[in-house]
């Protein structure tokens, strides 16, 4: 092989490999924004994650739920940007966050939600009570049967009351324990415990007996929304975006969006976004609750 012919090879090769590091540096460019967590907020963090891509082609938001615990876990971890959450953190995390990390972790508001108690559309029942409530799902409650309620409901054979509820590690799970049970209340053993928040709402629409509960953001025509009292002598407020927004529905709730420190660059580009008035659209689209 002549020198000529030596020198075009190497040539090809170093335009090749010139290339594949243009492309690898062209991948390496774009910006991956991690975020974890709540399964109430899922929908619409993936919602916010699609459309921040026509706003910012070269961020990229990886969403995947898990449960709020599982977001704040990743954040104590320091393996998440942004972790989502339905229910405030508690001391212990923001410690642990501390400890592990050397920053704060930092709440950001960014919707407003209520959590909706859903029933079998074929369910006569049309309200119901905080206590009602507590005592369906508490481990003392005693209210075992739709009859107990002064119902009977078509299609349940035995009138006997199936508690569809949200695994442990949920943020709904934990706010509407201590909301609805109260604080050194836990749940009664035998729920049928799910682990996301459409799942809820699925397993009720085919299950006459079933009650359970989940974000105002996955109200469907398949399953019945029950209005809510604080208690037998107040007043029944139904989940709307306006009772939730005043505080007025007994179950209403922010959700959050969990930084490690106060956010910089292309993550607070990112929160800046959502709580703008583009980002806040979609909150509504997603039927929850903007922040403003």
């Known amino acids: 092989m002549n020198g000529m012919n030596r020198r075009g090879i190497v040539a090809v090769l170093l335009v090749a490999a010139t290339a594949a590091a243009a492309c690898s540096r062209g991948d390496s460019s774009r910006v991956l924004i991690q975020n974890k967590g709540s399964d109430t907020l899922v929908n619409l963090a993936q919602a916010w994650a699609e459309h921040y891509r026509t706003v910012k082609p070269g961020v990229a938001i990886a969403v995947s739920g898990g449960g709020s615990g599982t977001g704040i876990a990743a954040l104590i971890n320091g393996t998440v940007d942004i972790a989502n959450a339905s229910r405030e953190m508690h001391a212990e995390e923001k410690e642990q966050v501390r400890a592990h990390n050397g920053k704060d972790a930092i709440e950001h508001r960014v919707a407003r939600d209520a959590i909706v108690v859903y029933i079998s559309k074929s369910n006569p029942i049309a309200k119901i009570n905080v206590a009602d409530l507590a005592c369906i799902?508490?481990?003392?409650?005693?209210?075992?049967?739709?009859?107990?309620?002064?119902?009977?409901?078509?299609?349940?054979?035995?009138?006997?009351?199936?508690?569809?509820?949200?695994?442990?590690?949920?943020?709904?799970?934990?706010?509407?324990?201590?909301?609805?049970?109260?604080?050194?209340?836990?749940?009664?053993?035998?729920?049928?415990?799910?682990?996301?928040?459409?799942?809820?709402?699925?397993?009720?629409?085919?299950?006459?007996?079933?009650?359970?509960?989940?974000?105002?953001g996955y109200v469907t025509a398949d399953v019945k929304v029950l209005c809510l009292a604080k208690d037998a002598s107040s007043p029944c407020v139904a989940p709307t975006p306006e009772s939730a927004k005043s505080g007025e529905y007994p179950l209403s709730r922010w959700l959050y969006m969990l930084t490690l420190g106060e956010p910089q660059g292309d993550v607070k580009g990112y929160l800046d976004w959502i709580l703008s008035p583009a980002g806040q659209q979609i909150v509504v689209q997603s039927g929850f609750v903007p922040v403003n």
Do not use: H
């Open 137 to 216: 799902y508490a481990e003392d409650g005693t209210c075992q049967s739709w009859t107990a309620l002064g119902v009977e409901v078509p299609g349940c054979a035995d009138q006997k009351i199936i508690r569809v509820s949200r695994q442990s590690n949920s943020g709904t799970y934990e706010f509407f324990r201590d909301a609805v049970l109260g604080k050194g209340r836990d749940f009664k053993l035998g729920s049928r415990d799910m682990q996301g928040s459409k799942d809820v709402v699925d397993l009720v629409a085919k299950t006459p007996c079933a009650i359970g509960y989940s974000g105002m």
